[in-house]
């Protein structure tokens, strides 16, 4: 509450949809967003205090077998059904029993989950129909509700966990998040505790003692900007033998970003409570922006938000949700943003044939294959053999950034153009698989040329026109969202198949020649 209208900070709605934060005065540079104080370690939301204390978790787990993260989710979706009970009797004169403690934050909470996946399913055919990110979702979902619908026929009124000690006895479902219904409170629940959530790390951090002890000082300050990933700066205690930190986990290579808590890997892996991201009150309005310079710190029991640009009176104050391109951005926080130049075309696998003996036989199209497969070996090219069939990949499409080889100014080198969307790995690849004899080594031809452009055709159609988003305004709705999104799609299909012109048709002997040893 102090947060809102104070210290130079306004929160109201966002151009570009939801609150947002606001500067209520001109903000200088290096100056702490709601101030020295930041905001107390105590305020924050830990999963891992949720899954040692609450009666939904502990029984969700205990008997329903429950992963960490569906613990969490149903304690989250509980919590959050409580909160607005008390608030309702409060208001009907019933008493209500008196606020606790994440109460008004969670009522804060938009009670529409942002992602994809609390889109109605009309909703996301009609905008993300034929995209990896519709796909994804759908897996996903069918996943949840397969373990939500088996953890919930595990746990009963009455009964003992897994050891024959009693279990804590709760309703089931317990909870229901605005009249939604039990499972999609906890769709509801994921929602928004992944795009809300922050790594652990920083609230660790903030209960290490500064070595200069000083109140409030600094134990971890990571500083996030343009593409690379985060600078991390920990300067607490360290284990006097090994050296090791003490106290602070490392922050993943994402950075403090919204939705960067997870720990990582695949969305059907499990994670423990130790790495479940952690939700900080007000903070998690902090808009994103690609490339933002940003600062966060921790310790003495405080986290703070730097700036390091100055805010104009009325200007937006933006976080860094780290390097993301627009797949994981609307997968995660259900936005995307215009022109983004993280974006990348995932998952291309094309598949050539093989001989059905795996190459084992001892004549020369057995010893091309193993020249082939070595090759694949030796430069660590994404492959794998089955039914006859040799499948390459998955690789992506993905444009070079500044600091990285190819600068983005179209300039040659080899005669390639250095921002090609098309990564060497996948050209070399091809050029593996276009290897005719051993003695001649790798070679494109245009056999695989046309193999790779058809695949590249092929999700240039699947991409459902839903209307080019709108140059101007920042996008605002989900079909804006969606558009921008696949918007980005094409651009890079249709430079990748620009570019597979070049070689096949206009392009000169230098090209091809580059192509055929760019993985060596």
Request: charged share 25%.
């Amino acid at each position: 509450e102090e947060g809102f209208g104070a210290g130079g900070i306004a929160v109201r709605e966002h151009p570009s949809g939801g609150m947002g934060m606001f500067a209520s005065r001109d903000l200088a540079a290096g100056e702490a967003v709601r101030g020295e104080a930041g905001l107390p370690a105590e305020s924050v939301l830990d999963p891992a205090e949720v899954l040692a204390a609450h009666p939904t978790a502990l029984a969700a787990a205990a008997r329903g077998g429950a992963s960490a993260r569906m613990a969490f989710w149903m304690a989250l979706a509980a919590m959050a059904a409580d909160a607005e009970a008390r608030a309702t009797e409060v208001i009907g004169g019933g008493g209500g029993g008196g606020e606790r403690g994440h109460d008004a934050y969670l009522r804060s909470l938009p009670r529409v989950a942002p992602d994809p996946m609390s889109w109605s399913s009309e909703e996301r055919e009609a905008l993300l129909g034929g995209t990896a990110v519709v796909r994804q979702t759908e897996r996903e979902l069918a996943r949840l509700r397969a373990q939500y619908a088996e953890v919930v026929g595990r746990m009963r009124p009455e009964g003992k966990d897994a050891e024959g000690k009693a279990a804590p006895k709760v309703a089931v479902p317990p909870f229901d998040v605005g009249g939604i219904g039990a499972f999609p409170s906890v769709l509801w629940a994921r929602g928004v505790h992944w795009s809300r959530s922050f790594p652990r790390s920083l609230k660790d951090a903030a209960f290490v003692a500064s070595n200069d002890g000083t109140p409030g000082g600094a134990v971890l300050r990571v500083r996030l900007g343009d593409w690379r990933a985060p600078r991390i700066a920990y300067s607490g205690p360290r284990d006097t033998a090994t050296g090791a930190e003490v106290g602070a986990n490392t922050v993943d290579g994402s950075g403090p970003g919204r939705g960067d808590g997870d720990g990582g890997g695949e969305p059907g892996e499990d994670k423990g409570a130790e790495v479940l991201g952690i939700m900080l009150p007000f903070y998690d309005l902090l808009d994103h922006r690609c490339g933002h310079p940003i600062s966060w710190e921790a310790g003495g029991r405080r986290l703070r938000f730097r700036l390091i640009e100055a805010v104009p009176a009325g200007g937006p104050i933006w976080n860094n949700y780290g390097p993301k391109g627009n797949a994981e951005l609307l997968h995660t926080y259900g936005f995307c943003v215009r022109n983004n130049p993280l974006d990348s075309v995932e998952g291309i696998v094309l598949g050539c044939p093989c001989p059905a003996a795996g190459g084992e036989t001892g004549d020369e199209e057995g010893l091309l294959h193993r020249e082939k497969m070595a090759l694949l070996a030796e430069h660590a090219l994404p492959h794998s053999v089955g039914r006859g069939c040799l499948r390459l990949g998955p690789f992506s499409l993905h444009r070079q950034l500044p600091g990285q080889e190819g600068d983005g100014d179209g300039d040659r080198e080899g005669g390639v153009i250095r921002d090609s969307v098309l990564p060497p790995e996948l050209l070399f690849a091809l050029a593996i698989a276009g290897m005719e004899s051993v003695e001649e080594g790798p070679g494109v031809t245009l056999d695989e040329i046309e193999m790779l452009k058809d695949e590249l055709t092929g999700r240039l159609k699947e991409l459902r026109w839903a209307g080019k988003a709108a140059e101007g305004a920042l996008p605002h709705t989900r079909a804006e969202f969606a558009a921008a999104y696949k918007d980005g799609q094409r651009e890079l299909l249709q430079a990748a198949l620009e570019e597979l012109e070049v070689l096949a048709g206009g392009g000169s002997e230098e090209d091809v020649d580059q192509v055929n040893g760019s993985g060596a």
